[in-house]
């Protein structure tokens, strides 16, 4: 069988306060989607307005909270749907530019997807930027997280990061993946 | 004289999973493939295993750091002012191809800033100018990989544990009243992150506004 690959330009930015994972996913999602060169970046501090007001640019530790990704997606106008449970398949068509409407893939319909990881007492959000089927039909994702941030490349069986991201669950009962969030470009 | 730090080395089923499983890994070329290969075999770079100890381990009452059985290894060297790591989970496995805990696999294959941290702390252990802040005795390393907490760190316990007491090297935090490459005791390692856990505490766990079945997404996607 041959291996199928798909990728989108992602910039991981890392998360500027402890509980900000959701908005620093949100930011590199958002920003990674804009034309190369756009004045419309936003900063962590931005989607944290956005979501509580006030002033967190000034002040981030007194905004230091954790929020869902999907609420900062609502915010910058870029939430495709609602939450769906973790699927290989829809990260795969996402990242590949499916059309659910034709069934065609558009480069311009590309998008990461972002994963809420469930710890427990804590949470925390990364994004996907790619995917790999390979030759034995074992699924792979590449894991932008924003705790240690730029440069580093995550590549992690589909499988396992659903199960075990970052060495965690445990009993294999559930998941560590609780939900994917699609984006859509502005 | 320099911090001693003793070697792991792998079982045959772990060395097994490695062979067969890196080979898959896209992010891996042939040279790097043979690199961690050389890694499980104790020729080169560092064969550590994983304890993730999390948000009720550190609190008042909590199991600190002894609670957990290790979920597996990272194997990590440097490649050329990079560095690489294969993550081993032996934890059990749900979902379509769901696995017994103790059943080793490559999950993941690391590159970066991030795994170079891990590597540039084991080296600044073997400084000579750090033995005077470890007992002359050998010292066994472990990793802990705690994401919730936004750390990790090395953990080195003596190899006889009643001749030092055990010591945590942070290398990697988001919490700024931890300091990295440092030496810590367990009992204050885990009241540095005890705030960040209390904290966690205090806030409801994540509500989402709702939840699109797997039905309806195949539904609008023609399948």
Redesign the interface.
Known sequence: MASQ?VSVPFTNNV?E???WCWAAAAANVFNSMLPPGSPDVVQQCDVVKLREGGDPCQNKDAYN????V??AFSDLNIRD?????P?F??IF?ELSG?D?QT?ETKPELAEPVCA??D??????VVAISAA?V?D?G?Q?VWVEDP??GA???????Y??????Y??????????VVS?LQRAVRL | MALTLSSHVLSDTVMTAVRTGVT????ANKDLQQLLLRVAQGTEGVRLP?F?P???DVLRGGSGLHGHKS??WRLAAATGGAAIAA?I?T???????????GTP???????????ARMLQAIAALAQPARAAQFSATPYVPYLL?M????TEALWLLPQKLHLAPPVVFPY?T??KRLRVLTPHSESEFIARLRP??E???S?P??????????AA?DA????
């Not at chain 1, 440069?151 to 069986?157: A, F, L, P, R, V």
């Not at chain 2, 934890?91 to 805990?101: I, T, V």
Request: charged share 20%; aromatic share 12%; hydrophobic share 30%.
């Open positions: 690959f998360q306060e402890t509980f909270a954790p929020d869902a999907s609420n749907g609602y939450p769906i449970g699927s398949q829809v068509d499916l659910r069934g809420e990881v710890f427990g007492q804590a949470a925390h790999l390979d034995q074992t792979h705790w240690p440069g580093n490349s995550i590549e992690h069986t499988d396992d990061f659903v199960s075990n970052s060495y965690k669950g445990g009993d294999g009962s559930t998941g939900i | 898959s890994f896209r992010s994983v993730t999390g948000v009720p979920a597996g993550d989970h934890l059990a496995r749900g979902g379509p191809r769901p696995l017994q805990e696999r490559v999950a993941c294959v690391r590159q970066g800033p991030h795994i990989i994401p919730d907490l936004y990697y988001l919490i960040t856990a904290k966690w505490m806030f766990k994540p509500r989402f506004t709702g939840h699109e079945s797997d997404y609008s996607s023609g399948r």
